[in-house]
């Protein structure tokens, strides 16, 4: 017999009764998984990335099969900020799931602009703002690749949303040095760190022997980025260990979804693993309670950054 | 509470039988009481490769036709082409194999109230879906004439038991190696007028979908279509699959090909704009 492991965590000074989530992109608005499982039993359900205006991302084809992973271009379709709240948040709260907007923007005052929007909606529980945008205002060098930018967007976002929301920033591995990116952001105003988005790639048709997807890069996900994840994971939390990560990159099971938090994750965020079993996230969920019971662990909280530990 | 695909189960089914005809494979699953809510022109996903495969995502195949069958239970027909690794590791399958499914998925055929004249057009394994389509509508008193192509005569199927449920079949191959040499859009707009058809139904590669609805873009003739777009997850969540489809007030949406279709107005679909992006919203 083992004891019951108490799975809540908190993001910031918000509070969730258990450590799974979806990862932005990777669940739409949450409508498509209620069929799969009640919404409400996982951690939050965080929403695709949205932006101020409706848009109809890349050309098609937008995903390719690799080995163990996926690339995928979408280039953040979706219906814009006040559709989005009209119809979609409203649905999430009625069936008493809790809710993560992701937002992204194309300038450093269009985030500012979704957060004045968002300030004003009760029930979400926090906001992750996803910079792994093209910033158009300097050669779309991407937000998260950019020290300064980065800083500027949470710093902007921080100031419009005010006092309470969780601020979550999430950030590209595709960097060289990402624990001082991290610092830039939690400075600027961050509660929290989402680690991580995908991995640029590439994959090239040898028949057309052209770029196989229409935005030609797109970015990875699945299990092939799973070390990549730990790894920054890992990093961050040593350099910052009082600041809550939400980690992904890869999980596709309880082992896995364990080792990021032991690396350091307090809540973990399933993506391209709901693709091939859309129960996947409350599978994983049961497995890593099941594993952290065996490992003698009462609460999901103890064993964050465990892995950081000094030698006995 | 779910409102999207609201009959779809994941579950693991056996496989009962995997015959080969021409080209492609008839496999059969065992799928028990799901058959009761798929409709013909929804497809369903499944895991390939087994535990341990490097392939993560699902891949989607039209049902074929589902029965009620007293030795089996409720069964399910795909024709599977053996194209890359996912379908050739499904086309391995033995008996007995166990395989995940997600069924049923997205739109189905529209349904007439009344006896209409339709006409059903595959391409390839696109016939797949048609004959389940035809036993529908036969039943309902319609006139079900049906128009076949292919490359070769291979890649026709045309099951025997299937063309009981026709009025009439007309097969193509582009190589002439079974039925008339050309396309099944050969002489698609006489068919249209000699036979006074209501309704197309289609089933087939991208290229035949779109010269159809060009065909019949000045007829009052209605075309629904089932698209094939590649798709990451088939359930919604993912926005890989979509396709350019024109709105009532003239604004072009890229839709979900897994849930707003795979079935489909033809005539709603920008064909000229698929692989682009539509102009900028407002
Ligand atoms: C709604 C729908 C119904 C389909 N019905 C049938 C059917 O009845 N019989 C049949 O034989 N095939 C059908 N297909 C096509 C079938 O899904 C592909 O042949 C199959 O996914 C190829 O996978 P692979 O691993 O063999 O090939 P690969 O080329 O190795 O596949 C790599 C990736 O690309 C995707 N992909 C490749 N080709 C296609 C394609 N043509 N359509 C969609 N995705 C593709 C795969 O899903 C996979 O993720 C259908 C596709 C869709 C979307
Ligand atoms: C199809 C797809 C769409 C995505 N869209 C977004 C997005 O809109 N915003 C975002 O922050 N991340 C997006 N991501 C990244 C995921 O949220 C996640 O960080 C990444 O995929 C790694 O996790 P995974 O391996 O579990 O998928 C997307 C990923 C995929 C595969
Ligand atoms: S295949 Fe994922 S949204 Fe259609």
């Known amino acids: ?312 | 509470m779910a409102t999207i695909n609201k009959n779809a189960i994941q579950q693991v089914v056996t496989l009962v039988s995997n015959k080969r005809i021409g080209a492609y494979h008839q496999i059969l699953l065992n799928v028990g009481d799901v058959v009761k809510s798929c409709r013909p022109g929804n497809f369903v996903a499944i895991r390939v490769g087994g535990d341990s495969s490097k392939m993560i995502l699902r891949r989607a195949f039209a049902i074929s036709r589902v029965a009620d069958n007293s030795q089996y239970g409720g069964t399910m027909e795909l024709i599977v082409a053996p194209h890359g690794s996912g379908s050739k590791w499904l086309c391995s399958q033995q008996e007995g194999a166990e395989i995940d499914i997600i069924a049923p998925l997205g739109t189905a055929f529209g349904i007439p109230t009344e006896p209409i004249n339709a006409l059903l057009i595959g391409g390839g394994y696109g016939s797949a879906p048609l004959f389940g389509l035809a036993d529908v509508l036969k039943n309902r008193g319609c006139k079900v004439d049906m128009l076949l192509g292919a490359s070769v005569g291979s890649k026709i199927y045309a099951p025997m038991e299937g063309k009981r449920s026709v009025n009439s079949l007309k097969i193509y191959t582009e190589d002439g190696s079974m039925g008339e040499t050309g396309r099944v859009t050969e002489n698609l707009l006489d068919i249209v007028r000699d036979r006074n058809v209501d309704v197309i139904y289609s089933c087939g590669p991208m290229a035949m979908l779109s010269a159809i609805t060009a065909l019949v873009a000045e007829t009052e003739v209605i075309h629904q279509c089932a698209v094939e777009e590649s798709m990451a997850c088939g359930v919604g969540i993912c926005m890989t699959c979509v396709l350019p489809v024109q709105n009532e007030d003239g604004t072009t949406l890229m839709l979900r090909s897994c849930i707003d279709g795979p079935v489909m107005d033809g005539s709603n679909v920008r064909w000229d704009l698929v692989g682009k992006v539509p102009e900028a919203l407002a």
């Not at chain 1, 992750?128 to 690749?145: D, Q, T, Y």
């Not at chain 1, 028949?207 to 994971?233: E, F, N």
């Open chain 1, 1 to 312: 017999m083992t004891l019951p492991v108490d799975m809540s965590t908190t993001l910031g000074n918000a509070w969730f009764p258990a450590p799974l989530f979806t990862a932005s992109g990777c669940a739409s608005s949450g409508k498509e998984l209620a069929q799969f499982f009640p919404l409400n039993q996982i951690g939050a359900v965080v929403t695709k990335s949205v932006m101020s205006k409706p848009r109809h991302g890349r050309p098609t084809p937008r995903m390719a099969e690799t080995p163990s992973g996926m690339l995928n271009s979408i280039g953040l379709q979706g219906p814009g900020i006040d559709s989005f709240l009209a119809n979609d948040v409203p649905w999430l709260l009625e069936q008493k799931a809790r809710v993560i907007v992701s937002i992204a923007g194309e300038t450093v005052e269009e985030y500012s602009t979704l957060a004045r929007k968002l300030r004003s909606v009760s029930g979400i529980s926090a906001v992750e703002v996803n910079i792994s945008c093209p910033n158009v205002e300097n050669r779309g060098l991407v937000f998260a690749c950019d020290p300064d930018a980065s800083r500027r967007v949470i710093d902007g976002v921080r100031k419009t949303i005010g006092g309470d929301l969780p601020i979550i920033a999430k950030l590209s591995p595709d960097v060289t040095d990402l624990p001082s990116i991290a610092r830039g952001v939690v400075d600027a105003g961050a509660d929290g760190l989402a680690l991580i988005n995908t991995v640029l790639g590439m994959v090239i048709n040898i028949d057309s022997m052209r770029p196989h997807l229409g935005g030609k890069t797109g970015g990875l996900s699945g299990p092939a980025i799973k070390p990549v994840a730990v790894r920054a994971i890992y990093q961050v939390h040593a350099a910052l260990p009082k600041v809550p990560i939400l980690g992904m990159g890869g999980v596709a099971s309880g082992r896995d979804a364990l080792e990021l938090i032991l690396a350091g994750a307090s809540g973990v965020s399933i993506g391209t693993a709901s693709f091939g079993n859309p129960s996947a996230i409350i599978e994983i969920q049961n497995e890593l309670r099941d594993l952290l019971a065996a490992r003698g662990f009462a609460t999901m909280q103890q064993a964050i950054g465990y892995a950081h530990r000094e030698e006995a």
